[in-house]
């Protein structure tokens, strides 16, 4: 298993402004991805994020918007960038595990932003 | 264009009854098969999954049926209890690169 902590878990910003999300991880893992999702919604992929290599992003998301760091193997972080009130959301940050015939993402408990 | 989808998107289940939720998806390439279960202020956890070389799975109250040709699958809750109520997500996926597509949630209830 993997334990996952995810700062801050919440916070309040004025729009314009950009903040950066972290996730730490308690081992190495390659894959981490991050996901938005809206309060009662589903999960939707922003990106992935591999150590070493370019973040792959989703339809509809951009490096621009949503720069990401991996400058390791247990972190990450996802920045939001100039934040307009359609940016609230939860983002939620996972990690991609293998092994005894499972595909397992263990998921942080989410950082719940609000812009105003 | 959301291509998993849930039903229903709400259930209240007594407890004690069997709680059902569907799951049908369109990408035939998918060959992994969970359900995960999230609670509020929490992230999503793997609860059960299947592998498309069986058509069912239990694993205590938890079975999973998966029905290939129709592209569908579900998750049975037996005893359903208090503790159970949470949002289930399915998330069909491809085994081999850990990616996972969520399905559109159903909020179970379970009443006492």
């Known amino acids: 298993s993997a334990v996952i902590s995810q700062k801050p878990s919440r916070d309040i910003c004025q729009r314009g402004t950009s903040l950066t999300i972290q996730c730490q991880v308690d081992s190495q893992v390659t894959m981490m991805f991050w996901y938005r999702q809206q309060p009662g919604q589903s999960l939707t992929l922003i990106a992935t994020?591999?150590?070493?290599?370019?973040?792959?992003?989703e339809s509809g998301f951009v490096i621009d918007k949503f720069p990401i760091s991996r400058p390791n193997l247990t972190f990450s972080t996802l920045t939001v960038s100039n934040m307009s009130p359609e940016d609230s959301s939860i983002y939620l940050c996972s990690v991609g595990y293998r092994g005894q015939g499972k595909n397992i993402q263990y998921f942080g408990a989410g950082t719940r932003l609000s812009v105003l | 264009q959301q291509q998993v989808k849930q039903s229903p998107q709400s259930l209240i289940v007594q407890k004690g009854g069997i709680s059902i939720i569907n799951c049908a998806y369109e990408?035939?390439?998918?060959?992994?098969f969970p359900w995960y279960q999230q609670f509020p202020g929490k992230g999503p956890a793997l609860l059960i999954a299947?592998?498309?070389?069986?058509s069912e799975k239990k694993e205590g109250r938890f079975t999973i049926s998966f029905n290939k040709s129709a592209k569908q699958f579900s998750l049975h809750i037996m005893d359903s209890q208090p503790g159970d109520s949470a949002t289930y997500f399915c998330a069909p996926g491809d085994f081999g690169n850990e990616k996972l597509t969520f399905g559109t949630g159903t909020r179970l209830t379970i009443i006492p």
């Open positions: 299947i592998r498309p070389d069986v």
């Open positions: 990408n035939t390439a998918f060959d992994y």
């Open positions: 994020a591999n150590q070493g290599s370019e973040a792959t992003y």
